[in-house]
């Protein structure tokens, strides 16, 4: 047997062995869906490539091709991880480890990561990209071939110098190079203050560990001084902590369910609500955008579905899962999410189909300069993260009306 037949048995038999076992995690490879077609018309390909190809290819090339196609093509927010990927995804914190402050994601269509929102304070938002920025390349680095894990391990490295971004903005043809300081990001504050009409408005810019108490102290004085209505602004919230969103939205709710996980080999975990972590029963309105995502949604959609208040703004982004880590024999790893978060209805917020995720809004409506995250939005504006502060807040205004008299959220909708 001559070298170029040994190669070739190697390569599709490293393939059967990889899409075994990767299918049957996903419960793909069955004879009633076809996977078995799709995989013998895979070896057919990599056959030919194999005896056709001007050059012999590299069998590892190839393979962990096949692998990086198959996990990022099914899961947006997975990856086949390096030795290297794997330690940095365990040693990653967005407060802790070097960066430019960014929540990204990687939508399917795209090919390219995109921001879904900015960290306030932080480098990313200091030089002025935006929601809907995509970033086409990474120190001269294009980012196609990348997931999010390895995008921000280079956004984190080197340290003390700058990663020169090329950022695709939305109706640019050309994309812009902006350079950004890879530093440490620094937790942001909660704002808290009272408005007219005794309503209280409480902006939430990151769901980190720890802010619902924050939420809490700072909400509980602002009742006591005579507030009697609540605005929970979560618009440009993306990212945090899944277990602090449910207990952020404990502070709103005394009974019923706030969310739920499920997967396919994922058994069922509600999580409900305490009556003892109950803080006020006030009427709540919460502001929502398309940079809503992650847990922010989470707490969104309790209030939703639980009739507990109303949810001003546009549907927001979509995204809630739970990744797992699946260490591999060579110190690489697969990272796959294996379970969705449910909203109390049963609504997934990361659906399969981009036009199906998120929370739609009760009361939908838009700013003059509407913040998107989706590029193809042919109604938004180009994103402006400070227009509320600059313009008339037309989502706050809204909700404030609502809380005032609850009559006008039926002409809302039908204005909006």
Do not use: C, W
Not at 75 to 97: C, E, I, M, Q, R
Not at 139 to 168: C, F, W, Y
Not at 270 to 297: D, H, I, R, W, Y
Not at 347 to 365: A, C, L, N, R, Y
């Amino acid at each position: 047997m001559n070298s170029k037949s040994k190669y070739a048995i190697l390569l599709i038999s490293s393939v059967l062995v990889v899409y075994a076992i990767i299918g049957g995690m996903l419960g793909r490879v069955s004879a009633q869906n076809g996977s078995y077609q799709q995989l013998s018309i895979f070896m057919e390909v990599l056959s030919r490539i194999q005896n056709d190809y001007v050059d012999d290819p590299s069998v590892k090339n190839a393979v962990d091709g096949a692998i990086r196609g198959l996990v990022e093509n099914v899961d947006p927010y997975g990856g086949y991880l390096s030795a290297k990927d794997v330690a940095f995804y365990k040693n990653y914190d967005p407060f802790k480890t070097p960066g430019i402050g960014v929540i990204l994601a990687k939508p399917p269509r795209l090919g390219y990561p995109v921001v879904i929102s900015t960290i306030p304070g932080g480098p990313a938002a200091k030089a002025g990209l935006n929601p809907g920025d995509i970033i086409e390349s990474i120190d001269g680095v294009t980012t196609r071939e990348m997931n999010l894990v390895q995008v921000h391990g280079i956004l984190s490295n080197p340290v003390g110098k700058p990663a020169s971004l090329s950022i695709i903005k939305s109706r640019r043809s050309e994309p812009d190079t902006i350079n950004v300081p890879r530093e440490i990001t620094q937790p942001p504050s909660i704002d808290a203050k009272i408005l007219e009409n005794n309503i209280a408005y409480v902006k939430i810019p990151y769901v980190a560990p720890g802010k619902t108490a924050e939420v809490r102290r700072q909400l509980d004085a602002l009742l006591k001084k005579g507030a009697t209505n609540v605005v929970l602004d979560l618009r440009y919230t993306a990212g945090g902590d899944d277990k602090e969103a449910v207990q952020l939205a404990n502070l709103f709710l005394d009974s019923g369910t706030i969310t739920y996980l499920q997967g396919q080999k994922f058994p069922k975990e509600t999580f409900s609500a305490n009556a003892k972590e109950l803080l006020t029963k006030a009427p709540v309105a919460v502001l929502v955008n398309q940079a809503t995502a992650g847990a922010a949604e989470i707490v969104a959609g309790a209030i939703e579905d639980n009739h507990r208040g109303q949810i001003v703004g546009v549907k927001t982004f979509g995204s809630g899962s739970v990744q797992k880590l699946i260490p591999l024999d060579d110190g690489s790893a697969l990272l796959i999410s294996v379970a969705k978060y449910f909203t109390p209805a049963g609504k997934e917020i990361q659906d399969v189909d981009p036009q199906d995720s998120g929370i739609k809004p009760t009361v939908e409506i838009r700013q003059t300069l509407e913040e998107t995250v989706e590029p193809d939005d042919q109604d938004a504006q180009p994103p402006t993260k400070d227009q509320p502060n600059k313009e008339e807040d037309r989502q706050l205004n809204r909700a404030i009306e609502i809380l005032k008299d609850p009559s006008k959220i039926s002409a809302t909708k039908k204005a909006a």
